[in-house]
């Protein structure tokens, strides 16, 4: 598989080889949609709480008599089927949301996003990406010059400068192959691979 090579200017100005084993898979919706879904999950927190009819306040006197009101009969206010009563399954804090992802499993889906990311030409490549000084405006005037505005930049080495460049950017997140998730994949409009970052990818999903 060959990927575009972008200059500055965001233009391409060659080609760079890249292993197929990660860049040129076979689209496989499936498989991206579970370990999409499983990353959702797996960052979900059980920090919500429900009442059951044990736990909400309520007097425990009768709200009527047995019979003779034409009503159903009715023990406490504390019944689910009334209004201001607990729940019947209650949402709990201890609630486990994670979904389990085989680690081959894993290892295919993001191959197989990068791989179509770099068929919709979404994805391309670049000699590296620095900036002189710790400041916001120069690293998004560089990504303005190059035509990005939602752009994840996939790098070998992030300095300090790099860093806090952007930290507080809108539309750019910049970050080391080991910390690369399916859904900021999926997110951004573009996707920059450094040269030297593409053999840790190789390492990672091949």
Known sequence: MQLELLNEQGQATAKVDAPDTVFARDYNEALVHQIV????????????KQLTRAEVHH?????FRQKGTGRARAGMTSSPLWRGGG???PNTPDENFSHK????MYRAGMATILSQLARDGRLAVVDSIT?????????????????LDSVMV???QIDDNLLLASRNLKGALIIEPRYV?????VFYKKVLVTKAAIEQLKEMFA
Do not use: C, E, H, W
């Open 37 to 48: 879904v499983a990353y959702q999950a797996n960052a979900r927190q059980g920090t919500r």
């Open 59 to 63: 007097s425990t006197k009768k709200p």
């Open 87 to 89: 729940r019947i399954f």
């Open 101 to 104: 992802v085989n680690k081959k």
């Open 131 to 147: 900036v002189d000084a710790p400041k916001t405006k120069l690293l998004a005037d560089k990504l303005k010059a190059m035509g």
């Open 154 to 156: 996939i790098a070998d």
């Open 181 to 185: 998730d399916p859904m900021s994949l």
